[in-house]
């Protein structure tokens, strides 16, 4: 009974210790917090450019989403604007006019164009990371990074100006002669005498899509070769002394010790899966080619930008603003909803999610 008494007597005073502790943490939180922050203040002091950045840039401009509501008329302040309701978004999406037909077809073609790229263009920066791992000469292999780094920071205009030359260049005739990559297919067979594929519909996703794997495939493997490079070494030890070839070592160590990353940046690309930029499709789509060329994108800027008495939309200036700002808010919502379903699902399946 003494014992059972003594050991009750203990509980109640680790209890009363835990309370007091708990008490003294809260109280000091602030403290605790700026003494930190004094600690660090380089770090905080250099992380103020970042805060306003996305503050100016990605905050401040989400209010312009309003245009999407309103009867755009640019002459008011967006509080002072007649308040449409869904009346853009409606007529936009489910009318019988040529806006809604074009805006469905951007839409399919800015799915297609992600869905290709992301299926054939993600693994390829992957399969780059896991070559450039395999090399064992650090000079030879920092030149072939470089190499490969090299089309990311040419200008999106050279780099259109390249594809474009290579498809189709001219000659001094100023007839359109076929480039170096359509003689190529047509000695092969693939394409036929005299035409010009840079302007066919048929191959511009194709063009698209492989030109953005050469552009995008060198610089995106630097985050798999940072993973890759943070894998144990005794791990492929292991898996040597266990018998395992190179193919084995990427199956059961390389990969699984790259699953964190793999997971975060599917998620991130499966977010961006509307968001096909518009500076290449403008610089390589022709009006032959709009039919799979004219994506999301480039129909908001065809939308916002068209003068008062309509055009191939229909629509004055103000009223095609409002059907832009509704186009742009529907691709948003549709990424935000593709990026919560890809990190629930992740989220169920592994221990890795975004948030």
Avoid: C, H
């Avoid at 292999?141 to 100006?161: A, D, E, G, H, K």
């Avoid at 096909?276 to 039919?291: I, P, R, T, W």
């Amino acid at each position: 009974m003494k014992n059972d008494q003594i050991i009750i007597q203990e509980d109640v005073l680790q209890v009363e210790r835990r309370e007091k502790i708990i008490d003294e943490m809260e109280r000091t939180k602030w403290k605790r917090y700026w003494a930190q922050v004094k600690k660090d203040w380089a770090l905080y002091l250099m992380l103020i450019p970042v805060i306003m950045f996305f503050f100016l840039v990605r905050y401040l401009p989400i209010s312009g989403i309003l245009v999407a509501f309103k009867n755009y008329d640019n002459a008011l302040a967006i509080g002072d604007q007649d308040f449409y309701g869904f009346f853009a978004l409606k007529n936009l999406m489910f009318s019988d006019q040529t806006r809604t037909v074009e805006f469905w077809r951007a839409f399919r073609n800015t799915f297609s164009i992600s869905m290709y790229g992301l299926i054939f263009g993600f693994p390829i920066p992957i399969i780059l990371a896991l070559f450039f791992s395999e090399i064992k000469n650090e000079l030879y292999r920092s030149i072939t990074q470089i190499l490969s780094y090299l089309p990311n920071f040419i200008s999106m205009v050279v780099i259109t100006s390249i594809v474009s030359l290579m498809l189709a260049g001219g000659n001094q005739s100023g007839t359109v002669a076929p480039g170096v990559i359509t003689q190529l297919l047509i000695n092969l067979g693939v394409v036929e005498q005299g035409v010009n594929i840079r302007i066919e519909p048929e191959y511009f996703r194709s063009i698209y899509i492989i030109s953005d794997i050469w552009q995008g495939a060198g610089y995106g493997s630097i985050v798999y070769f940072a993973a890759i490079m943070g894998i144990n070494p005794v791990s492929y030890e292991a898996a040597r002394i266990d018998g395992a070839n190179k193919l084995a070592q990427v199956r059961y160590v390389t990969l699984p010790g790259m699953a964190p990353t793999l997971t975060i940046m599917l998620i991130l690309r499966i977010g961006s899966v509307l968001s096909v930029g518009f500076e290449k499709v403008l610089l390589l789509y022709d009006v032959q080619n709009y039919s799979t060329s004219d994506v999301l994108s480039t129909y908001v800027i065809r939308l916002g930008s068209l003068m008062s008495g309509g055009g191939a939309s229909g629509g004055g200036s103000q009223i095609s603003v409002s059907f832009a700002g509704a186009a742009d808010l529907f691709n948003s919502l549709i990424a935000m909803m593709l990026v919560l379903g890809a990190n629930f699902v992740s989220r169920r399946v592994s221990e890795t999610s975004l948030f």
